[in-house]
Every structure is written in C-alpha cells, then in structure tokens.
C-alpha cells in the first residue's frame, strides 16, 4: 500500500483530520484546494486562539479584586533546594 495512504489512514484513525490537506499538498493533489483547506482548518483556528489570548493578557491587567490585582504570570510555588542533588549521593 501506497505510504499517502498509510498516513491518511493513520490521520484518520487518529482523529488529526487537519492534517489531511497537508498530506495531500506534500503529494501534489489539487494544491490550490489543499492550501484553501489549510487556511479553513489550521491557519484561521490559530489566528482565532492568538487574538483571543492577546485580548485576555489586556483585559487581564485591568481585573481589580478585594485582594488587589490578579497575577498575569503564575509565580513558583515552591522554590528549588539548593542541595537536593545532595539526596541521592550514596554514602
């Protein structure tokens, strides 16, 4: 069997159908159409999260609470051991 369909399969079966058209253009199938799919199914749904999480980071900064702001980046909750490469030397 042919390895475009050993992929697709695979696609398929994985449930990674956005992958499909990327497969097809790599073997030259309708490369027009394939690039439209790409656009539809990966470059919009990117473009969608990105805008979505500058607008969150924005709107984040102006979240005022009882408590004062909230954090935009999470901080270490636990600070690293300075001498935990000591615990597992063998004496």
Known sequence: MNLKYKLLKAVDIAGLNFLRPI???CYKE???EQLKKIGQQVLIPLLA???FMTIWYVMSEEIQTKSGNCPILPK???????SAHLLNVRT
Do not use: A, Q, R
């Open 23 to 25: 497969i097809l253009l």
């Open 30 to 32: 309708e490369p027009e």
């Open 49 to 51: 999260i990105t805008v």
């Open 76 to 82: 270490p909750s636990v600070l690293p051991v300075p």
